[in-house]
């Protein structure tokens, strides 16, 4: 198994920046694709972002498209989500979520392990 927990979460005002990370124990934290989900409430959890094992290939949703970037650090078991020029509809709790594989994973139930999220919230 792997356990994951985000942190990086907070109140930030319109304009600001982020960065969550999701850090990976258990098994080898490498060899696991990596997805940063959100969620508000009353609404499903959607993908904002996803990276592949060694952080070669990334890909984004097209609402946080030049405004987010995700990135991978193997050697601290760590995925980073950077979000810059943050927009109140940013608000919501960031999951990660882990897959093992050599691609990426684009849907919720392709991933079987989860975070317990981190709450942004982002103030006008």
């Known amino acids: 198994q792997v356990q994951l927990v985000e942190s990086g979460g907070g109140l930030e005002q319109t304009g600001g920046s982020l960065r969550l990370s999701c850090a990976g124990s258990?098994?080898?934290?490498?060899?696991?694709?990596v997805g940063w989900f959100r969620q508000t409430p009353g609404k499903q959890r959607e993908l904002v972002s996803s990276i592949n094992w060694i952080g070669t290939i990334t890909s984004y949703a097209d609402s946080v498209k030049g405004r987010i970037t995700i990135s991978r650090v193997n050697t601290k078991d760590t995925v980073y989500l950077q979000i810059n020029s943050l927009k109140s509809e940013d608000t919501a709790v960031y999951h990660c979520?882990?897959?093992?594989?050599?691609?990426?994973?684009?849907?919720?139930?392709?991933?079987?392990?989860w975070g317990a999220g981190t709450q942004v919230t982002v103030s006008s």
């Open positions: 258990g098994r080898t934290f490498s060899d696991y694709a």
């Open positions: 979520a882990a897959e093992r594989g050599a691609g990426l994973f684009d849907s919720r139930g392709e991933y079987d392990y």
